[in-house]
């Protein structure tokens, strides 16, 4: 079966940092496209951040350009978010996703910015 275990959420204080990863099984994690949603209470889920099968090219949300990076290590079937200065607008529930060429989604993690 194919799975996507998002892990390392949780409470960080505004300006923080934290690193969420994407354990994938299932499907040849090495030839997909990968990426990060959120969703915040009330909003439409959106993107945050993709990066290419090889690792080689990424994308990003202008709303988190300059502080979240997006990687992955392709021998342990894992992509990470990393999520540094973070503010209260980046809490949402944060999503892995299997872009290209089948879609498949994680369950989330939430990710809550507070003082």
């Known amino acids: 079966q194919v799975h996507l275990v998002e892990s390392g959420g949780g409470l960080v204080q505004p300006g923080g940092s934290l690193r969420l990863s994407c354990a994938a099984s299932?499907?040849?994690?090495?030839?997909?496209?990968m990426s990060w949603y959120r969703q915040a209470p009330g909003k439409e889920r959106e993107f945050v951040a993709a990066i290419s099968g090889g690792g080689g090219s990424t994308d990003y949300a202008d709303s988190v350009k300059g502080r979240f990076t997006i990687s992955r290590d392709n021998a342990m079937n894992t992509v990470y978010l990393q999520m540094n200065s973070l503010k209260p607008e980046d809490t949402a529930v944060y999503y892995c996703?299997?872009?290209?060429?089948?879609?498949?989604w994680g369950q989330g993690t939430q990710v809550t910015v507070s003082s």
């Open positions: 299932g499907f040849t994690f090495g030839s997909y496209v």
């Open positions: 996703k299997a872009v290209w060429p089948l879609e498949y």
